[in-house]
């Protein structure tokens, strides 16, 4: 887990973030490295939303800097994080119920149909767009969802989760930040879930996991960063922690100085 040398793909420093009186986060640094699975845990009002939305354009930082490959980078919204290659995941999913699953695939970014000038006209090019949709389905094993035409109402949760996980990945270029993505699920979906994060992780996407579900956690992340009171507490490796430690420096029973002296 050593990243001596390796520059991370996105990283912030000294990030400050406070709405009105309240800090949310404050002095907080965020490192992201090439390939890995990093989850971000901590306790409730911690300010793990908020690094994240400022990570992803959702909130503009008071203070502080962000650098994408090792460049500075200001996000004025999310899409201005998207264009650059951030790719956000939030529990509400951002999918449209009524429609198929290929049409959320592209929403926002529909392929249009060019003129015999190659000029772009008002039609969606309907065709390809559930070419490419079915395509990316299935790189990323997510064939069980036969029918690309089917309404994403119909569809369970961890299906929809997929979806939603499947469109970012598909788009995102760099960065995949995925929010609780199994907070809602069931045991067999939170599984498929998770092993399509392990896939998009082995595509060479690196992932941020915001997760208060501790076994997810620990499965699957390669390096946890801890949130505590605005900040970011430390970084650990969840092969050389136990849960309940984990656990125990991000509520403050135990301090990061204790659990080195322990080791
Ligand atoms: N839009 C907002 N307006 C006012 N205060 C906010 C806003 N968003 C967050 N806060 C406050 O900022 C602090 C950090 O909140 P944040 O949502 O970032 O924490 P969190 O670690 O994600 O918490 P949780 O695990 O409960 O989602 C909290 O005290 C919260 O009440």
Same mark, same amino acid.
């Given at each position: 887990?050593?990243?001596?040398?390796?520059?991370?793909?996105?990283?912030?420093?000294?990030?400050?973030?406070?709405?009105?009186?309240?800090?949310?986060?404050?002095?907080?640094?965020?490192?992201?490295?090439?390939?890995?699975?990093?989850?971000?845990?901590?306790?409730?009002?911690?300010?793990?939303?908020?690094?994240?939305?400022?990570?992803?354009?959702?909130?503009?930082?008071?203070?502080?800097?962000?650098?994408?490959?090792?460049?500075?980078?200001?996000?004025?919204?999310? &899409?201005?994080?998207?264009?650059?290659?951030?790719?956000?995941?939030?529990? &509400?999913?951002?999918?449209?119920?009524?429609?198929?699953?290929?049409?959320?695939?592209?929403?926002?970014?529909?392929?249009?149909?060019?003129?015999?000038?190659?000029?772009?006209?008002?039609?969606?090019?309907?065709?390809?767009?559930?070419?490419?949709?079915?395509?990316?389905?299935?790189?990323?094993?997510?064939?069980?969802?036969?029918?690309?035409? &089917?309404?994403?109402?119909?569809?369970?949760?961890?299906?929809? &989760?997929?979806?939603?996980?499947?469109?970012?990945?598909?788009?995102?270029?760099?960065?995949?930040?995925?929010?609780?993505?199994?907070?809602?699920?069931?045991?067999?979906?939170?599984?498929?879930?998770?092993?399509?994060?392990?896939?998009?992780?082995?595509?060479?996407?690196?992932?941020?996991?915001?997760?208060?579900?501790?076994?997810?956690?620990?499965?699957?992340?390669?390096?946890?960063?801890?949130?505590?009171?605005?900040?970011?507490?430390?970084?650990?490796?969840?092969?050389?922690?136990?849960?309940?430690?984990?656990?125990?420096?991000?509520?403050?029973?135990?301090?990061?100085?204790?659990?080195?002296?322990?080791?």
């Amino acid at each position: 887990m050593s990243h001596l040398g390796t520059q991370p793909v996105l990283r912030a420093r000294n990030l400050r973030k406070s709405y009105g009186r309240v800090v949310a986060i404050d002095n907080a640094d965020f490192d992201l490295y090439p390939g890995e699975i990093l989850a971000v845990i901590g306790d409730n009002g911690a300010g793990k939303s908020t690094l994240i939305k400022a990570l992803s354009g959702a909130v503009t930082p008071d203070a502080g800097e962000i650098l994408l490959d090792g460049k500075p980078v200001s996000f004025a919204n999310p &899409q201005a994080a998207r264009d650059a290659g951030i790719e956000t995941v939030y529990q &509400q999913l951002a999918l449209s119920p009524a429609l198929s699953i290929a049409d959320n695939m592209f929403l926002g970014r529909e392929i249009r149909r060019t003129g015999p000038l190659g000029q772009w006209l008002r039609m969606l090019d309907k065709p390809k767009m559930r070419k490419i949709a079915r395509e990316k389905l299935s790189e990323l094993g997510l064939m069980t969802i036969q029918n690309i035409d &089917q309404a994403v109402e119909t569809l369970s949760g961890g299906q929809r &989760q997929g979806v939603a996980v499947a469109r970012a990945a598909a788009f995102g270029s760099k960065v995949l930040i995925l929010d609780e993505p199994t907070a809602a699920l069931g045991v067999k979906e939170s599984r498929k879930v998770l092993d399509l994060i392990l896939e998009v992780r082995s595509r060479g996407l690196p992932i941020v996991l915001i997760s208060h579900n501790m076994p997810h956690v620990f499965e699957i992340a390669d390096r946890i960063h801890i949130h505590r009171l605005s900040k970011r507490l430390c970084v650990v490796d969840p092969k050389s922690i136990s849960m309940s430690d984990a656990v125990a420096l991000m509520t403050g029973a135990k301090t990061p100085e204790a659990e080195m002296m322990a080791a």
